[in-house]
């Protein structure tokens, strides 16, 4: 509710309602929930620019991948009542001991096919975030999105979790396949934080002819107004 507030205040357009933030997840968001925050957002004046869960597709055992998948696929239930219209998910963890990337890339890619499906059915488009995990430089991320092939599917850009090269290079590989952002102040070149160059980043989003929302994410010390 505050943060609802603070967003109106500080006069932003959208607010991203995390699913994880939600008492009591994994399971999925009350109903009643649910709409008592969608109904105090349009009180304020804000849209719903999105949600997200955590998830691990990158996993050997088909049982605990297809309960990831069910996972997800009850959130986006979730999502179509609070008006979101993207779900953002992650890919995966490590490659599992004993299995080669390519075989982790494949499950990620089943896993993923199933909840866009899913996804599209009820209206909400499945967002794959980079979070320097089993994908981490842009070419992971496109390669993977290669493997799915659906408008319904989308990258969720998170500008700090490219952390192999240069920063800007890579966000403007995947800029033009954004469906959604994830604007930190702080991010990384070869694993070394700096600060972010909002101009640089805001620039790419421009050139690409992005024309949704771009969220704010304040992790970094100090106050985050």
């Known amino acids: 509710d505050q943060v609802i507030d603070y967003c109106a205040e500080l ?10 933030y939600f ?20 009180r304020a004046g804000l849209d719903i ?13 088909e049982t605990a991948r297809r309960a990831e998948v069910a996972h997800v696929t009850r959130w986006i239930e979730v999502a179509a009542k ?18 080669t990337e390519d075989q982790a890339r494949g499950w990620v890619a089943d896993c993923l096919t199933s909840v866009v499906q899913r996804g599209a059915e009820r209206g909400v488009m499945i ?9 981490k430089t842009a070419d992971d ?43 930190k102040e ?15 980043v805001v620039r790419i989003i421009r050139d690409a002819g992005y024309r949704g929302y771009v969220p704010i994410e304040t992790l970094g010390p100090g106050d985050a107004r």
């Open 82 to 99: 609070l008006g979101a219209p993207v779900l953002r998910v992650f890919s995966g963890l490590e490659v599992p001991a004993g299995h």
């Open 127 to 135: 967002v794959l975030q980079n979070h320097h995990d089993l994908v």
């Open 49 to 61: 620019s999105g949600t997200g869960v955590r998830n691990n597709f990158a996993l050997a055992d």
């Open 23 to 42: 008492k009591g997840y994994p399971q999925p968001a009350a109903d009643a929930e649910v709409f008592r925050i969608k109904h105090l957002a349009f």
């Open 141 to 183: 991320v496109l390669t993977l999105r290669s493997l799915v092939a659906s408008e319904w599917f989308g990258l969720n850009v998170d500008i700090g979790s490219l952390r192999m090269g240069d920063p800007y290079a890579e966000i403007a590989k995947l800029a033009p396949y954004a469906y959604t952002w994830q604007l």
């Open 186 to 200: 702080r991010l990384y070149r070869r694993n070394q934080e700096e600060k972010t160059d909002i101009a640089a």
């Open 11 to 20: 006069g932003f357009d959208a607010v991203d309602p995390t699913g994880y």
